[in-house]
């Protein structure tokens, strides 16, 4: 069974920074075009940010263009989204996937999820 767990939220002043990981089983992020989404309460989950299985293609949704970074450790099976510059907007849960298919910013294109992250921006 494929697991996917993202780790590194928590509470941050605006303007600071947080470094998320997502750390897959078996080989399923180094295959993978690998995503990453943001769900506040009572709204639908949505495109963050992705990256190719090179990691040599990125995209961005353009509420966090410039201020996050998608990379990449396929030797360690992990996805990262660096977040500068963070904003009370930003707070939400955020969920790393992997399509088998790619880079992909629809949400429905992503086979497996992990549980999820707080990221909580207030003075």
């Known amino acids: 069974q494929v697991q996917l767990v993202e780790s590194g939220g928590g509470l941050v002043q605006p303007g600071g920074s947080l470094r998320l990981s997502c750390t897959g089983s078996?080989?399923?992020?180094?295959?993978?075009?690998m995503g990453w989404f943001r769900q506040a309460p009572g709204t639908e989950r949505e495109f963050v940010a992705t990256i190719s299985v090179s990691g040599g293609i990125t995209r961005y949704a353009d509420s966090v263009k410039g201020r996050f970074t998608i990379s990449r450790d396929n030797a360690k099976n992990t996805v990262y989204l660096q977040m500068n510059t963070l904003k009370p907007e930003d707070t939400c849960v955020y969920y790393c996937?992997?399509?088998?298919?790619?880079?992909?910013?629809?949400?429905?294109?992503?086979?497996?999820w992990g549980q999820g992250t707080q990221v909580s921006v207030s003075s």
């Open positions: 078996g080989r399923t992020v180094s295959t993978s075009g």
């Open positions: 996937a992997a399509n088998s298919g790619g880079i992909a910013t629809k949400r429905e294109t992503y086979e497996y």
